[in-house]
């Protein structure tokens, strides 16, 4: 059974920072690319970062300069490392698998991570 799980979240204050891992099961992991994203109460869900098959990344501009995404094939494993956090930053945190050429498409149920004093 295909499965992503994220972990890592939690409270932080702000100005601080927070791993995101999300771990995948199943041997699709390496052939996709993984997306980061996030949904805040009331909002629509948003890309936050995503990093593809050759390790080119990219982020959205809320986040740039402070979030680095990376991932780790081996442990069939993506982060998201999360700096300088502010409120604005508090949402569930989701991860998503995506191959387009073999129709893969997978998500996590995702991690809530609040960001407050």
């Known amino acids: 059974q295909v499965q992503l799980v994220e972990s890592g979240g939690g409270w932080v204050p702000p100005g601080g920072s927070r791993r995101l891992s999300c771990v995948a099961s199943?041997?699709?992991?390496?052939?996709?690319?993984i997306e980061w994203y996030r949904q805040a109460p009331g909002n629509q869900r948003e890309l936050v970062a995503l990093i593809t098959v050759s390790n080119i990344t990219f982020y959205e501009d809320p986040v740039k300069g402070r979030f680095t995404i990376s991932r780790d094939d081996a442990k069939n494993t993506a982060y998201l490392q999360m700096n300088s956090l502010k409120p604005e930053d508090t949402a569930v945190y989701l991860c998503?698998?995506?191959?387009?050429?073999?129709?893969?498409?997978?998500w996590g149920q995702g991690t809530q991570v609040t960001v407050s004093s």
């Open positions: 199943g041997n699709f992991f390496s052939r996709c690319t």
């Open positions: 998503n698998a995506k191959n387009r050429v073999e129709g893969l498409d997978y």
